[in-house]
């Protein structure tokens, strides 16, 4: 997705913004609306997923180490008597394109699916992806792939998915023009050192070894057949 160029004969202001663009133009309304008719649409194809609240925020934070592209949070909202969860879309996200927007919805979709059929799809807070994920996550269009340090996280749009999905996404391409820069990475300060890391699986049995070692590969557990993975907070 591109972003409108500006003109070189048009300096930019301190705040680098263009002076020959309107300046009280900015909204979200149009790509709120995109985001809540795609998660509209999953609903119609999928009626297990619950109805939620979509909002668009930072998806990087004080040391945070990487971008979050979205989030499924149970009960977070009240309407009513009614409770709703939350659908976070970063507003980092929103530099990728309309086909990764809706991956990032669909997985999220995979989420409330597992909340709504009370099924544990993640440990670690909400790090580790299990094998109940990725098959939720198929079920919705997606091709969930292994990563070491995830589970079964990081997914891929099925190409018949986003045929199925194809007003979706031009509504998406129409609506994605804006997007919001990560925060600065931040360091503690803290020095290395060589003692390694703590690594957990869904057990959770707990080990001890080193980064070099962990980088190496995945390292599974004998009882839970998951993968032992940093803790919050290591490596």
Wanted: glycine share 8%; proline share 8%; hydrophobic share 40%.
């Amino acid at each position: 997705m591109s972003t409108p160029a500006v003109a070189p004969s048009a300096p930019l202001t301190p705040t680098c913004q263009n002076p020959a663009y309107p300046q009280n133009d900015v909204t979200m309304v149009g790509l709120l609306a995109a985001l809540e008719a795609a998660w509209a649409a999953i609903r119609g194809r999928h009626s297990e997923v619950p109805a939620a609240v979509l909002v668009v925020a930072s998806g990087t934070g004080a040391g945070a180490g990487q971008t979050k592209w979205g989030h499924f949070a149970s009960m977070r909202w009240q309407r009513g008597t009614d409770r709703l969860p939350e659908v976070l879309v970063s507003g980092e996200g929103l530099a990728r394109s309309p086909g990764e927007v809706l991956t990032t919805l669909l997985h999220e979709a995979a989420h409330g699916l597992a909340d709504a059929r009370t099924i544990q799809d993640t440990s670690r807070q909400g790090r580790w992806h299990n094998k109940r994920f990725a098959a939720l996550a198929t079920e919705l269009g997606l091709d969930p792939r292994m990563d070491p340090r995830l589970g079964w996280s990081p997914c891929t749009l099925r190409p018949s998915t986003a045929e199925e999905y194809r007003p979706i996404l031009d509504q998406l391409a129409a609506a994605l023009s804006t997007w919001r820069h990560a925060e600065p990475a931040r360091t503690s300060g803290r020095a290395k050192t060589s003692n390694g890391v703590s690594c957990t699986c869904e057990c959770p049995r707990k080990i001890r070894v080193s980064l070099s070692v962990l980088e190496a590969g995945p390292i599974l557990c004998g009882v839970c057949d998951a993968a032992f993975n940093p803790e919050q907070g290591d490596a």
